[in-house]
């Protein structure tokens, strides 16, 4: 039986607080976002990308594929392989004939809605035209950015399934499942517990085994890595002092290295440098499925796990690296950060509140995170709620290379005090530049962003 209008629009309300009201189909119609739920689908993957060849699958992509020119390219390929995914959650022809009934028919499932940040309207609707899914308009500037930004997306192309029914995200990594799961075979892709994911053996480097169920107990953690990265191994030598520190401290503490290598040679020689287990090179299944799981991006990534198996941090390889003593493992999330030389890197994950002080006081620093730590905490604990991330990160700023070479770059004046907003994935920065930084302050001018009130300025 089919659900009433009610029902659907119910069901649609999330995704239509995600999307808007309507999506862009090849053909230039409006499609209705309150129409995917009642077509049957139940998954939507945010395609992000541009449009030029070259800098995003999703531009050739379906040229590609319309063409038979599977082979042409990195990008091409990427293209044809996800199309062919996508068609294989369509409803055949056949069946949504006329003559069909609707409990008969084959329901659609999955929908992909490209994400695009080009700037060229021609462009867009070329490429656009050529693909067989949706789009979000071109003119909807603003909701483009709150995606890419709500997504944390810092690499393209990137696709994202969530929910059609909730919002939320159920993989963050749908290009690994297009390459692991071409069949969609495990659809729906639904997040599962770490023990499930890592159950089987896993090795020490003098050869030995031990089963993953070991670890239950222990908080671990999972370290994406590579010997061909040089931040990684930078980063594994530091992490063996760490390992150490924290198992002498008394704690219940395990690494899992997932080897992002080119060979299996390459594996052995690099984790021939590490005390800890690995899930072993061979078993390349479970190394996907584990990057999957966290949606890896980029490596090194260590993500800690409490003794349940739930993510207590992801940014690991920050904490290893600003608390060397390892005095705050397990590295419980802070609400205000220090800028550091280390962590400045999660500038560019999504809009950060950076509060610029003069750090020649000794106390200003502190003091400012005093201030700041409540709007923080409110604003983590209104999402934390909805099972979201936060919107914003938040950050003080003293004065060091650093920060110049920060103020340099996006063209801040000297003032300390200075309240900002930086985006650098949209480029653009808020400034709020007042003689007193008040609570009532801080708290206006982010409740001010959250709500689209403030103009942003070109950084």
């Known amino acids: 039986m089919s659900s009433s209008p009610c029902a659907a629009a119910a069901a649609a309300a999330p995704l239509a607080e995600l999307l808007g009201e309507a999506l862009a189909a090849p053909d230039g119609s409006a499609v209705p976002v309150a129409s995917l739920p009642a077509r049957g689908v139940s998954l939507v993957g945010l395609y992000f990308g541009y449009c030029g060849a070259g800098s995003s699958a999703a531009g050739a992509a379906a040229a590609a594929a319309a063409a038979g020119a599977a082979g042409a390219g990195p990008g091409a390929q990427l293209a044809a392989s996800l199309a062919a995914f996508y068609a294989r959650f369509q409803p055949a022809r056949s069946e949504v004939g006329a003559g069909a009934a609707p409990e008969q028919r084959q329901q659609q499932r999955l929908e992909i809605v490209f994400v695009s940040a080009e700037q060229d309207q021609q462009r867009w609707q070329e490429a656009t035209r050529a693909m067989p899914w949706l789009a979000l308009p071109f003119a909807d500037k603003r909701r483009k950015l709150k995606l890419w930004n709500k997504f944390r997306v810092s690499n393209i192309p990137s696709?994202?399934?969530?929910?059609?029914?909730?919002?939320?995200?159920?993989?963050?990594?749908?290009?690994?499942?297009?390459?692991?799961?071409?069949?969609?075979?495990?659809?729906?892709?639904?997040?599962?517990?770490?023990?499930?994911?890592?159950?089987?053996?896993?090795?020490?480097?003098?050869?030995?085994?031990?089963?993953?169920?070991?670890?239950?107990?222990?908080?671990?953690?999972?370290?994406?890595?590579?010997?061909?990265?040089?931040?990684?191994?930078?980063?594994?030598?530091?992490?063996?002092?760490?390992?150490?520190?924290?198992?002498?401290s008394g704690h219940k503490f395990e690494i899992v290295f997932v080897s992002a290598d080119r060979s299996e040679e390459s594996f052995k020689q690099y984790f021939s440098e590490m005390p800890w287990l690995a899930v072993p090179y061979a078993d390349d299944s479970r190394r996907s499925r584990l990057n999957r799981l966290y949606g890896i991006q980029g490596i090194p990534t260590l993500i800690v796990l409490d003794p349940k198996g739930d993510v207590i941090t992801r940014q690991?390889?920050?904490?290893?690296?600003?608390?060397?003593?390892?005095?705050?493992?397990?590295?419980?999330?802070?609400?205000?950060?220090?800028?550091?030389?280390?962590?400045?890197?999660?500038?560019?994950?999504?809009?950060?509140?950076?509060?610029?002080?003069?750090?020649?006081?000794?106390?200003?620093?502190?003091?400012?995170?005093?201030?700041?730590?409540?709007?923080?905490?409110?604003?983590?604990?209104?999402?934390?709620?909805?099972?979201?991330?936060?919107?914003?990160?938040?950050?003080?700023?003293?004065e060091d290379?650093?920060?110049?070479?920060?103020?340099?770059?996006?063209?801040?004046?000297?003032?300390?005090?200075l309240l900002t907003i930086l985006d650098m994935s949209a480029r653009a920065k808020y400034v709020k530049d007042v003689e007193e930084i008040t609570p009532d302050i801080v708290e206006a001018f982010v409740n001010d962003f959250l709500m689209d009130k403030l103009k942003p300025e070109p950084i």
């Open 159 to 248: 696709l994202i399934f969530i929910d059609a029914t909730t919002g939320k995200v159920v993989c963050r990594n749908g290009l690994l499942v297009i390459r692991d799961d071409p069949e969609g075979l495990e659809f729906p892709w639904g997040a599962r517990p770490f023990g499930d994911v890592v159950a089987g053996p896993l090795l020490r480097n003098n050869g030995q085994s031990q089963e993953s169920s070991t670890l239950e107990g222990s908080y671990v953690g999972v370290y994406f890595s590579a010997h061909w990265c040089p931040p990684c191994r930078s980063l594994t030598r530091v992490l063996v002092e760490s390992y150490r520190k924290i198992k002498e």
């Open 316 to 398: 690991g390889r920050v904490e290893v690296l600003n608390d060397i003593e390892c005095r705050e493992f397990p590295w419980h999330p802070k609400p205000v950060l220090e800028l550091t030389d280390s962590n400045a890197v999660q500038l560019n994950e999504g809009p950060c509140l950076v509060l610029f002080v003069d750090s020649d006081d000794d106390g200003e620093s502190e003091a400012a995170k005093q201030l700041i730590q409540p709007i923080a905490e409110k604003i983590i604990a209104k999402y934390k709620a909805k099972d979201e991330e936060a919107p914003l990160l938040f950050f003080v700023a003293g």
């Open 401 to 417: 290379d650093m920060t110049d070479s920060l103020r340099d770059y996006t063209n801040l004046p000297e003032a300390a005090p």
